[in-house]
Structure formats: structure tokens, C-alpha cells
């Protein structure tokens, strides 16, 4: 009877506390930023397809509202509950990977989506990275003391990402392993691994990605559709890699175009709502609005290591560090790609880009 009014105390103790009115604020204010940019981006794409300009915002709308009641209802669950089942998340992974390439539809070669129907449809890869989140704050805990050594620490815990990331690649969703893989290392420092194993390791297996990288610099911007509509709609010099790269001296720039005002989103670059949002953010509120959106960005990274570190635990610490750097690091690949400092890839902006993360981001 003890233990039971123990365990209610603790629960009710649990509901009781305070929001991160910061964190809070910041991600109201980057879901509207995007909801805006969505409207703005998505019309003429909308109108062209099915006849009414406000299709995707309004499904986009839905989304967001969807995901603000999943977040007040989820904030009041205590997070040691998602403990007992840390197992469970990593064959729920498996399984739904498994799932995408049995039943997936392939688009633009690639098997990535699950529809439900043909206008629902629901991207697997995504809850993959929750679940991923939460199966490791729970190993890493329980394994806490072996972290330190190379064979039962850093090498025992990474080999079982090696199912899931096989699995990823066969979609092939390389953007998608990155990000896991960058949010399980991230993840298993925090814990107690040792850089040092992650650097010699990671350098031999990144070797064959060297030639790559450095093949796409030697690519002209103008040979790249994509990045070079981005490059010569959004950043102007203020953003642009290249110094000597002349564009429309009404695009772009320190405040931009203005809201509502963008050319390239006139069919000029392929859904300019999803990957390459913020290249239209860039050209309608300049450089000004990228500052505001990325600082907004930075606060929420800010909130999300304050959090883990008074988080009570080890497995809330590092179930926040993983949360945190989910976005993070999608951030960063994607500003990355529209600013054409890494080869183009399909990475969503959170909070931003149509439909793919939306509900998802704002639950968390």
C-alpha cells in the first residue's frame, strides 16, 4: 500500500510541474513562422494541382493544431513510463521499416511512404526517429557502467543500429541514417562513451563519403537545379557560398522581396512547401528573417540542454538531449543544403516544411 501511495505521489508530483514557458513560446512561434511560409509557399503549386490555393495550408493547419493537443496531452504523461518498454521501440522500428518496404509506394525512386490512402499518407521514418530516441536513453542507462569500454560501450551499442540503418538505406533514405546515426552518437557521448572511439571509428567508415563531398563542390551552382534556383532566388550575397554569384538585385538581399512576393515559387523549383521552404523564406523576408528563424531554432536548442541537464534521471536527460538534437541536427542539414554547402537532400525543415514533420514537431 506503501509503494502504491508512493508511486501516485510521484505521478501527481509529475503533473504538477511547471512549463518551459520559453520553449513553449518559441515553438508557437516557429509553428506559426511555418504555417505562414507554407501559405506562402504552396499557392501557386496548390492552384496548378487541384484548383484551390489554400489545399496545403489547410491541410498543413490541421496538422499543427493536431499536434498542439497531442502535445498538452503528452506534457502530462510522466516520461519513465516510456522506460518499460525502451525494448519494444527498437522492433517497432524494425518492424514499420520492414513494413515500408513490403507495402511502400515508390516516388521518384524511392520507397519511403506508406499510403494509407491516396491522399493520406504517412512517412515511417519519422516515428523511427522517436523510437530510436527512446530505445537508447533506455539501453544507455541500464548499460551505463560498460559505456567506457570500446567493445561492451561504444561498439556493442552501435552495431544495433546496423539493422535499422540497413533497413533505411534500402529505401534508400541516406538523409534519414544520418540523422539517426547523428542523434544515437550524440546520445551515447552525453552517456559516457568516449569521443575518442567515435572519431577513430567514424573516420575510417566516413572515407568513402570523402569523394562525394568533394565532387559536389567541384559542381558549378548552375549545373544543380535546385540549388541553383534556391541560390539565385533566396541568398543573394548576404547567404550565397559563392562571392561572385550575381542574381536579382530584388530577391533576396537584407529584408528580402517581401512576404508573398517570391517568384521561384512559381513552379520554378519543384515543391518549394517541403525541402526548399526556407529558400523562399530567405527570398520574401531576406536575411533578416533566416536570423530570426534560425535564432529561433538556436533558442530551442538552448531550452532542450537545460532541460536534460536538471532532468531528475539519466533517461529523461537523455531523452531530451535526443529530442533536442532531432532538430538540431535536421536544421542544420537543411539550411545546409539550400545554402548549397553539402549535396541536396530530402530533409525536411522542422516545423516548416508541408505535412511530413509538422504534427510531429509539435508534439514534441
Excluded at 332 to 350: E, F, H, R, W
Amino acid at each position: 500500500m506503501a509503494k502504491k501511495r508512493r508511486k501516485e505521489k510521484s505521478f501527481s508530483s509529475f503533473l504538477n510541474n511547471p512549463i518551459d514557458f520559453t520553449l513553449l513560446i518559441t515553438i508557437l512561434l516557429l509553428l506559426s513562422i511555418g504555417l505562414v511560409m507554407v501559405l506562402s509557399a504552396s499557392s501557386p503549386s496548390a492552384l496548378a494541382e487541384s484548383g484551390d490555393s489554400y489545399s496545403y495550408f489547410s491541410k498543413q493547419l490541421i496538422f499543427a493544431i493536431l499536434g498542439i493537443f497531442a502535445m498538452l496531452f503528452i506534457s502530462k504523461i510522466d516520461y519513465r513510463f516510456y522506460q518499460k518498454f525502451y525494448k519494444h521501440a527498437w522492433w517497432i522500428a524494425l518492424i514499420l521499416l520492414v513494413l515500408v518496404l513490403v507495402t511502400g509506394r515508390t516516388v521518384n525512386g524511392a520507397k519511403r511512404w506508406i499510403y494509407v490512402t491516396e491522399t493520406l499518407s504517412v512517412q515511417p521514418s519519422e516515428a523511427v526517429k522517436l523510437l530510436m530516441i527512446f530505445f537508447y536513453a533506455g539501453i544507455l542507462m541500464k548499460n551505463r557502467d560498460e559505456l567506457t569500454s570500446y567493445t561492451k560501450g561504444f561498439f556493442k551499442h552501435i552495431c544495433l543500429l546496423a539493422p535499422i540503418i540497413g533497413l533505411l538505406l534500402l529505401q534508400p533514405h541516406f538523409s534519414a541514417s544520418i540523422v539517426i546515426i547523428g542523434i544515437c552518437s550524440i546520445m551515447m557521448i552525453m552517456a559516457g562513451c568516449k569521443f575518442f572511439h567515435f572519431v577513430a571509428t567514424g573516420g575510417l567508415v566516413g572515407i568513402p563519403r570523402i569523394n562525394r563531398a568533394s565532387h559536389f563542390r567541384t559542381i558549378p551552382i548552375k549545373k544543380s537545379y535546385h540549388l541553383f534556383r534556391s541560390m539565385a532566388r533566396c541568398h543573394r550575397r548576404w547567404l550565397a557560398s559563392n562571392p561572385k554569384f550575381i542574381c536579382h538585385p530584388d530577391l533576396g538581399g537584407l529584408f528580402g522581396a517581401g512576404l508573398g512576393d517570391s517568384k521561384q515559387k512559381f513552379l520554378y523549383i519543384p515543391e518549394p512547401h517541403n525541402d526548399f521552404i526556407f529558400s523562399i523564406l530567405g527570398e520574401e523576408i531576406g536575411f533578416i528573417g533566416c536570423a530570426i528563424v534560425l535564432i529561433l531554432f538556436a533558442i530551442f536548442i538552448w531550452r532542450g540542454i537545460l532541460i536534460a541537464m536538471r532532468a531528475p534521471d539519466m533517461f529523461g536527460s537523455l531523452v531530451a538531449i535526443g529530442i533536442t538534437a532531432l532538430v538540431g541536427i535536421q536544421v542544420i542539414i537543411n539550411v545546409a543544403v539550400v545554402t548549397s554547402s553539402m549535396p541536396a537532400t530530402g530533409m525536411p525543415l522542422p516545423f516548416f516544411s508541408y505535412r511530413r514533420n509538422c504534427i510531429i514537431y509539435s508534439t514534441l
